[in-house]
Each structure stands twice: as C-alpha cells, then as structure tokens.
C-alpha cells in the first residue's frame, strides 16, 4: 500500500460508520481529498486532537481501493485558537465552506492552498470589538471570495453586456438565468436580475482587474451578490453565509 505525506486544512469533517470519520482536507500538493480517521469519534483517537479547523496539519495518508486512510497527523500551525471568539469562527467556517463547495477532490492548485493560508492567518488578527471587527471581517471575506473566484476561473467579468456588447454603464443588471452581466434594456424578455448599484458595480470592475484593498470602501451590496454568486456557482445553499449573514 502506497503512502504520501503533505500538508493540510480541514474543510470538513463527518462521522462516517462505526467509530470512524470522514475528513476534507485541502492539501498543498494534491488539491482536495477525503480521507477516512478509523476511530475517528472516539475520544481516545490519537490523530483527532491534530486534525484542528483553521490549523496547518501534516498527514501521511496511505491510498486505498475507494477511500484513502489516514495514517498520520502532526499539528504545524494554529492560526485561531481555542477558546473562539464566535463571530471570528463563523467567519473562519465560511472560508472553509466557500473551498470545499466550490472545488473537486484531486485537483491541485498552490494558490488557491496559500489563498487560504493567507486569510487564516489576518483571521487570527483580526479584533473582538463588534464595531471595529465588522467592517474588517467584511471586507476579509469579501477579497477572500473574488481571489478564489479569480483562481477557479469564475472571475466577475465587467466589461460588457451580454446581449448589445456595448460597455456596461449603470444600471447594470446580473441575470441568474443566463449568468450575465446586461444594460437593464437588454435583459433578455422573461428573465428576472439582480440590479447593482452604483457603488457595487465601480467595486466589482476594480476586484476584477486588480486586488481589492481594505482602504477601499465594501457596499453593503457588493458582498450581498458575492454570497448569493457563490451559492449558485455551488449549487447549493451554504449554511455558514446564512449564519454569517445575520451578524455582518
């Protein structure tokens, strides 16, 4: 039985049959996996105290005919500790969330590992204060979904309408249906959009061409559309944006 060591984050993890646990880990040389933890829900199970979210973990997983197995763990780097401030965690769950709904397993790619690393870490620094943690944590989760966007392929394309070619000037109107970008005349008959403002357009044709800063002022709109891109990019509701919704 071959084995390979390399490193990790746990996306997901779920019981799976007796006594063991089904993990998702996004790897730094193989993309994302699911591996099998025998014994996983024990409270005796060696490997579960390594297998932190949002820490950096070394495995050795050993290939299998169906399902890889986990033969190793060593816990590298903790970016959020225990105890968790609760808002920070949710937040940290939805990064998680995001990558594994919109990634398939054994598709490798480096920047989307140091992607996620890197956000870990500012998620760490991030304040406790409501009032300050807020608009940071904002704008975190916002530059964290069109960097991953960009890396997957599924940049917000800006640039023209759909239907007339013509360079999109306000109002702008994204259809689900056609999954484009239209002058509000030239929404196909029939089809329903989402209108952006004025402040959500200018801020998705600057994310678009260049990385957004925190400097720059995050409508309230613009990560409303993110989250909702997101889910019909998945195709699926994520429950960690519904929770996160109801505190940003």
């Not at 056609?178 to 196909?188: A, D, M, N, Q, V």
């Not at 061409?209 to 400097?215: G, I, K, L, Y």
Request: one cysteine or more; glycine letters at 6%.
């Amino acid at each position: 039985m071959s084995t390979y060591l390399t490193t990790g984050f746990v996306l997901r993890a779920r019981p799976w049959r007796e006594h063991a646990r089904l993990y998702t880990l996004l790897t730094e040389r193989y993309g994302k996996v699911e591996v099998v933890a025998a014994g996983g829900q024990k409270l005796s199970a060696k490997l579960t105290p390594h297998l932190m979210p949002f820490a950096e973990v070394e495995v050795m997983v050993a290939r299998g005919k169906q399902l890889d197995r986990l033969a190793g763990a060593n816990l590298r780097q903790v970016y959020l500790k225990p105890p968790y401030h609760l808002s920070t965690a949710v937040l940290g769950t939805t990064l998680l969330e995001v990558i594994d709904a919109l990634t398939r397993t054994d598709e490798a790619d480096s920047k989307l590992y140091d992607l996620l690393r890197r956000h870990l870490r500012e998620l760490g620094q991030l304040p406790v204060r409501d009032e300050i943690w807020r608009p940071q944590a904002r704008w975190l989760l916002a530059s964290f979904i069109v960097e991953v966007l960009k890396i997957l392929g599924l940049t917000l394309l800006l640039t023209h309408c759909e239907k007339c070619r013509g360079e999109l000037v306000e109002p702008v109107v994204f259809s689900w249906l056609s999954h484009g970008f239209y002058h509000h005349t030239c929404l196909p008959a029939g089809e329903q959009g989402v209108e952006l403002s004025p402040g959500a357009l200018a801020w998705f044709q600057r994310a678009s061409e260049t990385s957004v800063t925190a400097q720059e002022a995050l409508p309230a709109s613009a990560l409303a559309f993110l989250t909702d891109y997101v889910r019909g990019q998945a195709g699926r509701d994520l429950y960690t944006i519904h929770v996160l919704r109801s505190i940003l």
